[in-house]
């Protein structure tokens, strides 16, 4: 079984910063992609930044303010975000695509985390 565990959510004022961060545990064999999405209320989730094989691509409304890094070692993704506004205000969602152990290494799984609150207000 695998997991995806969010941390680091929370309220910030406008031009703030804030760090995600999202661990994978469990039957890992393979990582192939770690990402982060977000979620607005009355909105549809949407990408905000992924990093694939060492290459990272980030949703035009975030370039320059957020930057995704993996930590190999650690299975761990981190999202950091500065210069918040308040349309940054979402929940977060880790996303990852996992080959589990014993599993098809063509057939990779697709995992979420539970999400964290995101506020940015004054």
């Known amino acids: 079984q695998v997991q995806l565990v969010e941390s680091g959510g929370g309220l910030v004022q406008p031009g703030g910063s804030l760090r995600l961060s999202c661990a994978a545990s469990?039957?890992?064999?393979?990582?192939?992609?770690m990402g982060w999405y977000r979620q607005a209320p009355g909105k549809q989730r949407e990408l905000v930044a992924v990093?694939?094989?060492?290459?990272?691509n980030y949703t035009d409304f975030v370039k320059g303010r957020f930057t995704i890094s993996r930590d190999y070692a650690k299975n761990t993704v981190y999202l950091q975000m500065n210069t918040l506004k308040p349309e940054d205000t979402a929940v977060y969602y880790c996303?990852?695509?996992?080959?589990?152990?014993?599993?098809?290494?063509?057939?990779?799984?697709?995992?979420w985390g539970q999400g964290t609150q995101v506020t940015v207000s004054s």
């Open positions: 996303n990852a695509l996992i080959v589990p152990i014993g599993r098809d290494v063509l057939n990779p799984l697709d995992y």
């Open positions: 469990g039957s890992i064999f393979s990582i192939i992609a």
């Open positions: 990093v694939k094989g060492g290459s990272t």
